[in-house]
């Protein structure tokens, strides 16, 4: 609120006098335009001077000439009275002392007073990756574990894992490819599942590739027998399936085979760890070696992807720590397990980390095409069983190239 303006000065008794003079003058028809105004006012008349003295200066005031106005102030006139100000409408607001915040802050989230010996909890921070690491890595162990126990105690039960394996390998890519409305024929594939790991132990190669061709024909008589609309997309899809997924696992029974020794299906026994079973051990543990580096490396220092339209998560950094972190296992397991030189380690983990890479890159386009994330949900952490065999996929024809160059059979 703005303080109200002071009124003008009242005009003086002389010139309050003057003006009367001037008035008188014009009245009594004398004209004072000849002389200066200063004489006007400093010359009077006698007489007028005498009746000037004698009017009461409370009387009424004659009007001013329109040629004195300007020279008159008004007296402002206010209109409507004044009215008294609250107490206190210019009052200072209180200084806030210093060290206060004068402006006002959000409000803060209150926490808990912690008591001395409390336990302090806290959420873990989210992967980079986007998994839920404690489970992935309990998930992960648990299948390592069992599969070393079956593949160095037992080795039947290894081959009922890769059976097993393939099976869902096989069911969660027939269900991704309904997504592209393609139906392929789960029976004779299911066939070929449990025939082309088998063949490959007890048969070896030829058996194995036997297998692949009697699989390969039973799905197209299937589907002729059966038509189905797209039935020429449901024969080339389900050997597609056959030839990635049993097929290219069924190397790892190549790896573990060992003509003079092979294991019956029906007897248990005591099963000392052969040199087949070292050889797949290795292959797995370069495997994991590429998967567990590569992972490390990427999420902490990738920056350059390698494949952006493929798989964005994946990156040159990441492929780095996964060829040094397996030449490191690589040497390890060629010294202290296939009992062979530092270099044979070294050309093993060139071979996995080329290889598992690629076998990545490879499901990673392939759920692109059909518009899915995960094959599945069955293994948490991980997502489908699938998105753990990628690797494994490819990795088992090169191992077996890899040991069959080297002659170590």
Known sequence: MSEPSEPAPLPSRRALRAAEREAEKQATGQSGAGLPESSTEQVPSRASSAEAHKAPLTGAIPAVPAARARSVPAIPR???????????AFAMAPVAPIGEPTLALPPKAESPVSEPGAVQTTTAPASRAGRDLPAAIGVGLLLLVAVLVGLLLYPPAFLAMVVLAAALGVWE???????????????????????????????????????????????????????????????FAGIFVL????????????????????????????????????????????????????????????????????????SWEGFAGSVLGAAIVGVLAAIFLLQQPWWVGVLLALGMV??????????????????VKDMSSILPGHGGLMDRLDSILFAAPVAFLIYALLELF
């Open 78 to 88: 206010p209109t409507s009275p004044l009215t008294e100000l609250p107490k206190g």
């Open 354 to 371: 080329a290889a598992a890479t690629t076998g990545d890159l490879a499901e990673s386009m392939v759920k692109r095409e059909l518009g």
């Open 173 to 235: 890519l027939s269900r991704g490819l309904l997504q592209r409305d393609v139906r392929v024929p789960l029976v004779p594939m299911m066939v070929g599942v449990l025939a082309m790991p088998v063949a490959a132990y007890y048969a070896g190669a030829e058996g194995l590739l036997f297998a692949l061709s009697a699989c390969a024909l039973a799905i197209l008589i299937w589907r002729t027998l059966d038509p189905v609309p797209g039935a020429g997309q449901s024969i």
């Open 243 to 314: 030839a990635w997924v049993p097929f290219l696992i069924s190397f790892a029974l190549l790896v573990l085979r060992d003509p003079n020794n092979l294991a019956s299906l029906f007897e248990f026994r005591n099963w000392t760890a052969s040199a087949g079973a070292l050889r797949v051990s290795t292959m797995l543990l370069l495997v994991v070696a590429n998967d567990t580096f590569g992972y490390l490396v990427g999420a902490l220092f990738g920056k350059h992807p390698m494949a952006p339209k493929i798989s964005p998560k994946k």
